[in-house]
């Protein structure tokens, strides 16, 4: 069966949890070298409770984004995606607006760049890492498929999205009119602007990344790990249409991943070993 571009990534986009019985993982309260973009405007999700920031690490292309509920009187926080380099620009950040960072989130276990997890733990007492379960790492907390991160107010789900390594997931904002609107989706290297994470390494499957993204409103804000060439942010519609890797069939789609020819990243030697152990330091163990 030959599947056409807007029904292909219909296809693709498939996984739709069901949260009524998720468990909810509450906070205990309820282009220099680097870059701090406040996304504004009609590329932003809008919500009197939430803050939010896109960041970004120029060496790894990274991008951190930081959450808050404004409407909390502790204003809990949590980043996704911190890089080690950019901690101190985090939570200098963090600081001056007046947050309690509560959690330091990670899509996957990245192979370019080296996670701030573990130092943000040692400077902030208190601050718990989150990371798939599937993903075999270590953190204080595993996620997986159908549950749900709350900080005061808002939460985020998770969507498992496998096959740039085994362990991706996706966190997506809320659903419902008070939340922000429209939703916003960190998708890690699952999904990139005008493309996707290779799947070549890490117990990657091009079968599993075909299957596995996400179904969402065509507003849907897409917010990736990375870019490369200048983008700050996408949309599932967009995706739908202009995504050259994501509107091929099946099996086009497996050519293309499997001819990518792409050079490890130069930090994997370094990156891989940290991660694992949830950025510079091992952990000890923690009940969840």
């Given amino acids: 069966m030959v599947v056409t571009r807007f029904s292909r990534l219909q296809h693709l986009l498939l996984l739709q949890p069901r949260f009524q019985?998720?468990?909810?993982?509450?906070?205990?309260?309820?282009?220099?070298?680097?870059l701090i973009r406040s996304v504004m405007g009609s590329s932003s999700s809008s919500s009197s409770k939430l803050l939010f920031r896109q960041l970004f690490e120029k060496e790894s292309s990274t991008y951190t984004y930081l959450l808050a509920d404004i409407s909390h009187p502790d204003k809990p926080a949590l980043l996704i995606d911190p890089v080690d380099?950019?901690?101190?620009?985090?939570?200098?950040?963090?600081?001056?607006?007046?947050?309690?960072?509560?959690?330091?989130?990670?899509?996957?276990?990245?192979?370019?760049?080296?996670?701030?997890?573990?130092?943000?733990?040692t400077k902030v007492p208190g601050v718990k890492s989150v990371i798939s379960k599937a993903s075999g790492s270590k953190a204080d907390k595993f996620v997986e498929h159908g549950e749900k991160v709350s900080i005061g107010d808002i939460h985020l789900e998770v969507r498992a999205t496998p096959g740039h390594t085994a362990g991706c997931v996706t966190y997506v904002t809320g659903e419902g009119a008070d939340r922000p609107q429209p939703r916003m989706a960190f998708t890690g290297d699952a999904v990139l602007i005008r493309g996707c994470g290779r799947t070549d390494f890490q117990g990657g499957c091009s079968d599993q990344l075909y299957e596995s993204i996400f179904t969402l409103p065509k507003d849907t804000l897409i917010y990736p790990a990375h870019d490369y060439k200048g983008y700050e942010v996408s949309t599932v519609g967009e995706e739908m249409q202009h995504n050259p890797r994501l509107t091929k069939d099946k099996e086009t789609f497996k050519t293309i991943m499997s001819n990518l020819n792409l050079p490890y990243p130069k930090m994997i030697d370094v990156a891989l070993p940290a991660n694992m152990v949830c950025g510079l330091q091992d952990l000890p163990s923690q009940p969840n």
């Fill in 21 to 34: 019985q998720s468990r909810v993982l509450r906070h205990p309260l309820t282009r220099t070298p680097t």
């Fill in 85 to 121: 380099k950019t901690v101190d620009r985090d939570l200098k950040l963090i600081n001056e607006l007046g947050l309690k960072l509560v959690y330091a989130m990670n899509t996957h276990v990245h192979a370019d760049h080296v996670t701030g997890t573990g130092l943000l733990k």
